[in-house]
């Protein structure tokens, strides 16, 4: 497979991985999974790391740190004993998940290779059978320290401990976990840490786990891979408070992420934005538009997640909408399109976001507003990243690279095809009225003069509502394709906003509360939280 590479995970040497490695079977995995030569960090880490040293590595991400631990574990493996002899951490499951793959991948010409993944989301029931044969375990932290403390795992042969992500995974919230599972593994096992982040203060946190590392720091001035073009969009955004019209910013979005995705070349794209609500809209307007797309969040359970990483790596879709849950560490080949729907909070998370396209050279596009430039001009002036407004003007001929196997030849063409007779119009956005009690005047947005149908929906409405029920007259939501449920209880107001939009574009239900005496609002039992950010609420 030859698969022309970015400058970061280039060598200048002509080496290849016979020079590293002598297991017949490994080098054929290598080949077979179409990794000829090693990149920097694979050059640099695998020789110290087969010799038993601890080490602390750190390099850009999407330069093939998991291919690194993934050979060292592979070849300090007893294929005799059935007994877990690796143990490999991940902050999430994703990542677990994709590690599994990774190992197994390389791996599949060693008789009597077993590796699994033991992450939460899924019965411990199903783990037990597993851990009878199973010498490489992969899995988060959480998980893991539940099967040790239950003394279903054996810990006694255990003798390679790798932290992926390790700069999350020393994080408060993981780090007791971590400590807690170190502490039950033998003294003199082997520790390997992989991070494209450091500072002083995780160092110091690595210093619990590591005994006279070998530091690997493969960085330079740019922090981002090298192959990846960089562009910004300005978005206008009214100076309003009206949640109304800042929806409006989001259509707009919808809108420009659909004309950039008709006009740039790609083969599979990953939208990152920052609420989960959102995340659902996007995927579902996409593929109403002919982009056959799916979201993942850390709002799905553990299968739905593993079922559309699975529909994403076996190329079924093209574009995958979600959260930062998969900003890290996820690695799916074709990806040559990142947009960034929301910015991220941290210059850190965009780098990761962006190193999701930058294997094979990539985009990276980010509709931001006006008071984001402060955030682009950080990246420029702090983080020496090259990142340029995208003009109208720019043409992404030269982007396109041919796909390299025959099967993903096939699964393109069929998603092609398929983009021809899903592709439907875009409903009309509904018509909004606020009332919060019966004195207060009412406050009317509307995206659509539809006033006539507005006064039809709420006649039908009062004749459909519960006599039971002692709730004054419903101010809802309309439009022809809005099912409306909003009711009065007390003090609080509750209300359903973009409740099944036809087709496609199915908003999930979400519930506001209102209280009169303070003027705040915050999220009922459905995590309104995840879906308007919280300088959006009233």
């Given at each position: 497979?030859?698969?022309?590479?970015t400058?970061?995970?280039?060598?200048?040497?002509?080496?290849?991985?016979e020079?590293?490695?002598?297991?017949?079977?490994i080098?054929?995995?290598?080949?077979?999974?179409?990794?000829?030569?090693?990149?920097?960090?694979q050059?640099?880490?695998i020789?110290?790391?087969?010799?038993?040293?601890?080490?602390?590595a750190?390099?850009?991400?999407?330069?093939?740190?998991t291919i690194?631990?993934?050979?060292?574990a592979?070849?300090?493996?007893?294929l005799?004993n059935?007994?877990?002899?690796?143990?490999?951490?991940?902050?999430?499951?994703?990542?677990?998940?994709?590690?599994?793959?990774?190992?197994?991948?390389?791996?599949?010409?060693?008789?009597g290779?077993?590796?699994?993944?033991?992450?939460g989301g899924?019965p411990?029931?199903?783990?037990?059978?597993?851990l009878?044969k199973?010498?490489?375990?992969?899995?988060?932290p959480?998980?893991?320290?539940?099967?040790?403390?239950?003394?279903?795992?054996?810990?006694?042969?255990?003798?390679?401990?790798v932290?992926?992500?390790?700069?999350?995974?020393?994080?408060?919230?993981?780090?007791s976990?971590?400590?807690?599972?170190n502490?039950?593994?033998?003294?003199?096992?082997?520790?390997?840490?992989?991070?494209?982040?450091y500072?002083?203060?995780?160092?110091?946190?690595?210093?619990?786990?590591?005994?006279n590392?070998?530091?690997?720091m493969?960085?330079d001035?740019?922090?981002?891979?090298?192959?990846?073009?960089?562009?910004?969009?300005?978005?206008e955004?009214?100076?309003t408070?009206?949640?109304?019209?800042?929806?409006k910013?989001?259509?707009?979005k919808?809108?420009?992420?659909a004309d950039i995705?008709?006009?740039?070349?790609?083969?599979?794209?990953?939208?990152f934005?920052?609420?989960?609500?959102r995340?659902?809209?996007?995927?579902?307007?996409?593929?109403?538009?002919?982009?056959?797309?799916?979201?993942?969040?850390?709002?799905?359970d553990?299968q739905?997640?593993?079922?559309?990483?699975?529909?994403?790596?076996?190329?079924?879709i093209?574009v995958?909408v979600?959260?930062?849950?998969i900003?890290?560490?996820?690695?799916?080949?074709?990806?040559?399109?990142?947009?960034?729907?929301d910015m991220?909070?941290?210059?850190?998370?965009?780098?990761?976001r962006?190193?999701r396209?930058?294997?094979t050279?990539?985009l990276?596009?980010?509709?931001?507003?006006?008071?984001?430039?402060?955030?682009?001009?950080?990246?420029?002036?702090?983080h020496?990243?090259?990142?340029?407004?995208?003009?109208?003007?720019?043409?992404?001929?030269?982007h396109?690279?041919?796909?390299?196997t025959?099967?993903d030849i096939?699964?393109?063409d069929?998603?092609?095809?398929?983009?021809?007779?899903?592709?439907?119009?875009m409903p009309?956005?509904?018509?909004?009225?606020?009332?919060?009690?019966?004195?207060?005047?009412?406050?009317?947005s509307?995206?659509?003069?539809?006033?006539?149908?507005?006064d039809?929906?709420?006649?039908?409405?009062?004749?459909?509502?519960?006599t039971t029920?002692?709730?004054?007259?419903?101010?809802?939501?309309?439009s022809d394709?809005?099912?409306?449920?909003?009711?009065?209880?007390?003090?609080?107001?509750?209300?359903?906003?973009?409740?099944?939009?036809?087709?496609?574009?199915n908003?999930?239900q979400?519930?506001?509360?209102?209280?009169?005496?303070?003027?705040?609002?915050?999220?009922?039992?459905l995590?309104?939280?995840?879906?308007?950010?919280?300088?959006?609420?009233?």
């Amino acid at each position: 497979m030859n698969v022309e590479r970015t400058k970061d995970i280039q060598i200048d040497e002509d080496i290849n991985f016979e020079v590293l490695i002598s297991n017949p079977n490994i080098l054929k995995g290598l080949s077979k999974a179409g990794y000829e030569r090693p990149s920097p960090i694979q050059l640099k880490a695998i020789p110290p790391g087969k010799l038993g040293l601890d080490l602390i590595a750190q390099a850009k991400s999407g330069t093939g740190k998991t291919i690194v631990f993934g050979i060292i574990a592979l070849g300090m493996l007893d294929l005799n004993n059935p007994k877990p002899q690796v143990l490999i951490l991940a902050p999430t499951r994703e990542i677990a998940v994709q590690t599994k793959e990774v190992i197994c991948n390389i791996g599949r010409y060693m008789k009597g290779l077993s590796c699994h993944v033991f992450i939460g989301g899924l019965p411990i029931s199903e783990d037990l059978p597993k851990l009878k044969k199973c010498q490489i375990v992969i899995g988060s932290p959480g998980r893991i320290g539940i099967l040790l403390s239950n003394q279903n795992m054996s810990n006694k042969n255990v003798k390679l401990l790798v932290l992926d992500e390790a700069d999350k995974l020393m994080e408060n919230n993981f780090f007791s976990q971590i400590k807690k599972i170190n502490d039950k593994l033998p003294v003199n096992k082997q520790v390997l840490a992989f991070s494209a982040t450091y500072d002083k203060p995780l160092l110091k946190a690595l210093g619990h786990f590591v005994r006279n590392p070998h530091h690997i720091m493969l960085t330079d001035d740019t922090p981002c891979l090298e192959g990846v073009l960089q562009y910004y969009q300005i978005v206008e955004s009214p100076e309003t408070d009206n949640i109304i019209e800042k929806f409006k910013i989001y259509e707009e979005k919808f809108k420009k992420i659909a004309d950039i995705l008709g006009r740039v070349p790609f083969y599979q794209c990953i939208v990152f934005i920052n609420h989960r609500g959102r995340a659902v809209d996007l995927a579902n307007y996409l593929t109403s538009q002919g982009w056959m797309a799916m979201n993942i969040s850390g709002g799905l359970d553990q299968q739905a997640r593993l079922e559309t990483m699975s529909k994403a790596r076996n190329f079924q879709i093209r574009v995958l909408v979600c959260s930062d849950l998969i900003a890290r560490g996820i690695d799916i080949e074709r990806v040559n399109l990142v947009v960034n729907l929301d910015m991220p909070k941290d210059v850190e998370t965009y780098l990761h976001r962006v190193g999701r396209t930058g294997r094979t050279h990539g985009l990276a596009i980010s509709l931001i507003d006006i008071n984001e430039m402060n955030f682009i001009e950080s990246l420029r002036e702090n983080h020496q990243v090259k990142i340029e407004p995208l003009s109208d003007k720019i043409s992404f001929k030269h982007h396109q690279r041919p796909l390299l196997t025959e099967t993903d030849i096939k699964a393109y063409d069929k998603l092609l095809d398929e983009r021809e007779t899903i592709k439907t119009q875009m409903p009309e956005i509904p018509s909004v009225i606020f009332s919060i009690n019966d004195n207060d005047e009412k406050k009317e947005s509307s995206l659509n003069d539809k006033t006539t149908k507005i006064d039809n929906r709420k006649k039908k409405q009062k004749n459909k509502q519960n006599t039971t029920n002692n709730y004054p007259e419903d101010n809802y939501i309309s439009s022809d394709y809005y099912n409306n449920n909003q009711y009065w209880n007390n003090d609080q107001w509750y209300n359903s906003w973009y409740n099944n939009w036809y087709n496609y574009y199915n908003y999930n239900q979400y519930q506001y509360n209102y209280n009169n005496n303070n003027n705040d609002w915050s999220n009922s039992n459905l995590h309104i939280k995840d879906f308007i950010p919280p300088d959006l609420l009233f």
